[in-house]
Structure formats: C-alpha cells, structure tokens
C-alpha cells in the first residue's frame, strides 16, 4: 500500500526566512498532491494542489514543487511570519477516482519574531 | 455560506457506550467525508458518502457507521466504543479534489 511521510520534528524558523517541508511518497503514482494547514484544534484548511505534469505551482508567499521521480514534494513559506505557525499536511488522493485521501503526519512549523 | 459544520464541538463518553457525530457539508457539496485524527498525526480516512450510499471505507472496524441524508448532511456512529476512539473527528465535504474541513468534534472516552 502506499506510505506518505512528513518530517515530524517541528521546523523552528526565524520571522522572515524560508520554511522548506519534505513530503515523500512509496507505492504509489499520483496524479496530483495536495497541501494543507491546519491550527491547533481546527480542522485542516486546502492550501495548493500540483498536478503531476507540473513542477512548480505558487501562492503569495507559498510554493510547491513536486518530483515524480523522486516521489517527493517540496513546500516552501518564503518570507515567514509568526501568523505561518502552523502544521502543515500534504494528502495523496485517492487511488480510484474516489473517496480514500490518504494525510501525512504533518510537520509543525514555529515562526519566532 | 457557513462553511462546513459539525456538532457537537466536544464530547466525553465512557466505554462501550455509542456516539452521534452531526456534519452540514458547505452549500452545494454532495460528497462528505470522515476522519479520524489521533494527537500528533495525520486524519485517517474512516468513509465517505456521496448520493445517500457509502462509496469508499477506510480500515476501520465495523463499529463505525454512517448516514447521509438527502439534504447531503450526514452522521458518524461508533458503538461499544474503546478508550483508542478518542480522537478528533473530522468532516470534509467536497465537489471536486478541494476538500472543505469543519472544525471537528473533540471525542474522549473514558
């Protein structure tokens, strides 16, 4: 079956620089990936999804890449800010055409002033 | 649009008893989904419902039931239920690869 890991030690990042989180996949060939944030106690909010015939995909101060090859996504946070603390959780979709999204474990992030 | 929303917000039950958790997918979504999310890991898939049946499950026991209804809101049941149900439990509507949260019902059994 497929396996989806985070790094689960949190990534403590200084206001201002670049937050890179690795999300690499086993087993599987999907068609595209989706990243998530989620805040302590709420439910995870959709962030971006990339395709697999894409390699970079951007929002604001976000950017996704992703390596079919390498079976590997990249998510950065360039200019960081305090209000980026977060979890962030990349999901594969479904190996049918529906229903089972499989979420990593999530990787925390803490922006410091 | 309110968004997804789920009741209650929180929940404290004892072992072996049975629990209703109540979703309202966002306006227009017919596909709702269901997660489980254990302390420090990712939502694990439980089902999802599309057009009233169930159209995909998880790897959970069967003691986990669910219900859509024609207005596309739906319920989770989970009877006799264990000390591991604790969790947090999340609805996700969608119509298409977006998946709508809510903000989930905090469940503890003791």
């Known amino acids: 079956s497929q396996k989806i890991e985070q790094n689960s030690e949190a990534l403590n990042i200084q206001e201002g620089k670049t937050a890179t989180l690795t999300c690499n996949y086993t087993?599987?060939?999907?068609?595209?990936l989706q990243w998530y944030r989620q805040d302590p106690g709420r439910g995870p909010v959709f962030l971006l999804l990339i395709r697999e015939n894409e390699k970079e995909k951007r929002k604001e101060r976000l950017k996704v890449t992703f390596d079919t090859t390498l079976k590997q996504s990249l998510f950065h946070i360039t200019a960081s800010q305090p209000a980026d603390s977060a979890t962030y959780l990349c999901?594969?979709?479904?190996?049918?055409?529906?229903?089972?999204?499989?979420f990593g474990a999530g990787t925390q992030v803490v922006v410091t002033p | 649009d309110a968004g997804v929303t789920q009741s209650p917000t929180h929940l404290i039950k004892t072992r072996g008893q049975q629990v209703t958790l109540r979703c309202s997918p966002k306006?227009?979504?017919?596909?709702v989904s269901w997660y489980q999310q254990a302390l420090g890991q990712g939502p694990q898939f439980i089902f999802q419902?599309?057009?009233?049946?169930?159209?995909q499950r998880g790897n959970f026991p069967d003691r986990f039931s669910g219900h859509q209804f024609p207005n596309y809101s739906s319920e989770l049941n989970v009877n006799a239920l264990l000390l591991g149900d604790s969790a947090l439990y999340l609805c996700a509507s969608s119509l298409t690869h977006e998946q709508f949260f809510g903000p989930g019902t905090r469940l503890t059994v003791l």
């Open positions: 087993n599987y060939s999907p068609a595209y």
């Open positions: 419902y599309y057009e009233e049946e169930e159209r």
């Open positions: 306006s227009g979504h017919d596909t």
């Open positions: 999901a594969l979709p479904p190996t049918d055409s529906w229903g089972k999204f499989q």
